[in-house]
């Protein structure tokens, strides 16, 4: 087992914090209080099926979708943990290949892995490989952000296509013939979040639209305020490709799990320059307004369709998709 975690994980992580290999890293509290006066500290599991995708693997997804737990939340994401379930037989070279790219997805975010566990199960106990990574964040001074927040007129933001990765995820499994390749949009957000926090500070709310996509997502800040949101079809930005997979599949995209895509809820006055932020920002140069917050049915969504009727978008009741992220 030291081997294999030295070989591995160790060795594709390494830095100061993470070197003296204690049973916990330790950490500057004077530079975690000068950057912020709270902390931020999420968990996440990963299982995803497969662990190897278009646009990221296992060892990516587990490090952005971390980062972005901390980062709607407004805080700078600083230090991240690994646990890795391993089942049995699994090749040391596939682990090595997901250590490196946690490494390179955690120094490209500017982000230290410092801490982390290693266990492998018999054959037969998990699907070769689990992770579950924690990150602990600072929230600087006056960033007040939450799901209870939101207000009849505000606006409702995305930053970009939706939907990319739950189609993605699906098209890699290959158990439907489909020419088209479609990318996950596995990315970390927070750059993105400060730049749209410093342009906007009327920002009430932000989510990542995650397992359930921007339909889950909304649904939680409407009953979670006792608002009701209206979103207009016409206006919610996709890939005619992820469009198109759905028709043939007959899945709804308001719920196809994204990894890259956050919904923000902004006060009227300050929609234009949140838009424009997030506009600027490589990751959300496809940003729209979908929707506004209203008066109407309290804890409600409803979306203007392409025909002009309405109808609600509920809560995702089950999994859509299994072992999405």
Known sequence: MKDLIDDVFVAAFDNSDLAPMEDQARLDLGMLAAAGDRLAFTTDAVVVDPLFFPGGDIGKLAVCGTINDLAVGGAIPLYLSCAAIIEEGTSVELLRKVAQSMAHSAQLAGVRIVTGDTKVVPRGACDKLFITASGL????????????????????????LLGEHGAAILAARGEMALDCTIESDCAPLHELVAALLAR???????????????????????????????????????????????????LDPLYLANEGKLVAIVAPEDADAALTALQAHPLGAEARIVGRVTELEPGRVVMRTLLGGHRIVDMLVGEQLPRIC
Do not use: W
């Open 137 to 160: 964040g600072v929230i600087p001074k006056g960033v007040q952000l939450n799901a209870h927040a939101a207000r009849p007129g505000d606006v409702v933001l995305v930053n970009g």
């Open 200 to 250: 906007a500070p009327g920002v009430r709310c932000l989510r990542d639209a995650t397992r359930g996509g921007i339909a889950t997502v909304l649904n939680e800040i409407a009953q979670a305020s006792h608002v009701g949101i209206e979103i207009d079809e016409a206006q919610c930005p996709m890939r005619e490709q992820v469009r198109g997979f759905c028709e043939i599949l007959g």
